[in-house]
Structure formats: structure tokens, C-alpha cells
């Protein structure tokens, strides 16, 4: 089923590349694909290009930096450049593809807009949506295709699948949480307000909500220290949630990891010269991962 579904999304991918060969394919090649050395380089130059953006909005909003005019006047321009410059990518992205609506309503269609959006909004509506620019931090994921780290993404659809596979345990699993937090929360409200109330002070614990959430952060074991029971019962209950938190939180793992052992004991099908991607049903003509034809033939033949 898994494998199917992958299969399907490769050759939707598949599917954008223009049918005859030409300028639209040579440049799809180059845009869309690394295996070319101009498409590696074309995908290494948007990546440093990216972590550029990122850097020069990230400074631009340190306090010492906005105090000297011309350095701000700098990051601007720099800023304006790589806008233009993603401005013309992502058009001849639409331009390249078969499908261009399709690809624009795509998720990474929706990323390349909206990782030039913000910039043109602030002639609008000003300053305040510029730090939104940040979001082409998530086309840094196009790191996996131009370093070719196929094993990794091949690991990372195998654990997407265990967590699949196992969501119905998981989702038992967080109702459970959600019931021992809503009661401790409850009773610890009750028990924090009426001890206040006995002694003339004030709990730290204002409503469920609040004590639903410093249930959470306990028994997550994370701590922070803003809210903090004072009564005895309250300690109790505190260190309940404290021990449970640890036993419960190997459970999830505990689910994924069986379905990941479970998938590594059933027989493996041939698997990708290319990127080592398994899971191929026999009738599979070309990888579901990279395009690469099974039988050793070169990608696109």
C-alpha cells in the first residue's frame, strides 16, 4: 500500500516534464533535477542564494544593526536582488513544467510563492511582513536532491510509514495523555485554589487551562517553573505526573520501532541501482524515488 502510494507520487512528479524534447525540457532538467552537473549547480546556487535571504533578514532585525542607516540600506538591496532573483526562478519553474496551474497549487509550487510573497506585501501593508521572507528556509529541504542523500530520504519514508502504520496505537495513546491531563489539571485547580482560599492568598493556578497546561509541562518532564503547586496534595499529584510522564514516554516509540522491525523482517524486492529506494512491486518499470528505469536502462529511456 505504502509502496504504491509512492509510486504514484513519482511518476506525478515524472509527469510535469514536457513530453518533447527542448529548451522547456533541457531547463526542466536543469531546474527540477540534480543529476545533471548545470542542474546540481543551478540547485547549489538557489540554496546559497536562500541561506543568503535567510542571513540578511535574520540581521536586519538585530537592534544594533538598525541603528546604522546605510547597513539597513544595504540589506534592502540585498534583499530586493535575491527577490528578483526567486521572482524569475519560480516563473521559469512555471514556465518549464507541463502542468503550470498544477505545479503552482503543488506544496512546493505554494513554498516558492510564498517565499517571495512577503517582500512585495511590504509595499502594501510595509515592514511588518518582511520577517515572513524567513519561510524559504523550508526550500532548504531541496538539500536531499542536490546532495543525492537518497538513503537518507529512503530512511525517512520507512520511518513516515512505521508512524502510519502505527497511528491508530498512537492516537489511543494521546487520549489516554489528554484524560490524565484534563483530571490532574482539574484537580489540581480545585486543590491549589481552595488550599489559597483556607490560607488568604492567591494560587498560582487561575483556571483549568492553566492547570491543564502545567500538567502537560510536567509530565513531559520539561519543567519551567512558572507555575508550581504549594499544597501537599498538590506535590503528590505533581509527583505523580512526574513518574507517569516517564513511563509513558518511551510508548510511542515503542509503536514505531515494532512496525519498523515488523517491515524489515518481510522480503525486501529489488531495489534502485541509483538511490538503493526498495519496496518495487515486480510489475514496476522505474523507481518510484528518482525515475531511474529498474532494469539498469538510464532515467527517462
Keep these: 500500500m505504502a509502496t504504491s502510494k509512492l509510486n504514484r507520487k513519482a511518476k506525478r512528479r515524472l509527469s510535469q516534464r514536457p513530453e518533447n524534447e527542448g529548451i522547456r525540457s533541457s531547463l526542466y532538467d536543469i531546474i527540477f533535477e540534480a543529476e545533471t552537473p548545470a542542474g546540481r549547480w543551478f540547485d547549489i546556487g538557489l540554496l546559497l542564494a536562500i541561506l543568503a535571504s535567510i542571513t540578511v533578514v535574520s540581521l536586519e532585525t538585530v537592534p544594533t544593526y538598525r541603528d546604522i542607516p546605510w547597513l539597513m540600506s544595504a540589506f ?35 513554498i516558492d510563492l510564498l517565499s517571495v510573497l512577503p517582500s512585495y506585501l511590504t ?6 511582513s518582511r520577517s515572513f521572507v524567513i519561510l524559504r528556509s523550508v526550500r532548504l529541504l531541496r538539500v536531499f536532491r542536490v546532495l543525492k542523500l537518497w538513503r537518507m530520504m529512503n530512511e525517512a519514508d520507512e520511518l513516515s510509514a512505521a508512524v502510519w502504520a502505527a497511528r491508530n496505537k498512537i492516537i489511543v495513546f494521546l487520549a489516554v495523555v489528554l484524560v490524565a491531563v484534563t483530571i490532574s489539571g482539574t484537580l489540581m485547580f480545585h486543590i491549589e485554589t481552595a488550599m489559597a482560599n483556607s490560607d488568604g492568598g492567591e494560587s498560582d493556578f487561575t483556571s483549568i487551562p492553566q492547570a491543564m497546561y502545567w500538567a502537560i509541562v510536567t509530565m513531559t ?29 518511551i510508548v510511542p516509540s515503542t509503536f514505531v520501532s515494532a512496525e519498523i522491525m515488523q517491515r524489515r523482517q518481510e522480503p525486501v524486492d529489488h531495489a534502485c541501482h541509483q538511490c538503493d529506494a526498495k519496496g518495487h512491486p515486480d510489475e514496476s518499470t522505474y523507481c518510484y524515488r528518482c525515475g531511474t528505469r529498474l532494469d539498469g536502462g538510464s532515467k527517462y529511456s
Design 221 to 249: 518532564t520539561v519543567g519551567y517553573g512558572d507555575i508550581v503547586p504549594l499544597s501537599s496534595a498538590g506535590k503528590v499529584i505533581s509527583a505523580i505526573l512526574i513518574l507517569l510522564g516517564y513511563s509513558l514516554i
Design 123 to 128: 509595499l502594501a501593508v510595509g515592514s511588518s
Design 76 to 110: 534592502d538591496i540585498v534583499e530586493w536582488c535575491l527577490t528578483l532573483l526567486f521572482t524569475a526562478e519560480y516563473f521559469l519553474r512555471l514556465a518549464c513544467v507541463r502542468h503550470p496551474i498544477k505545479y503552482a497549487f503543488s506544496f512546493w509550487g505554494m
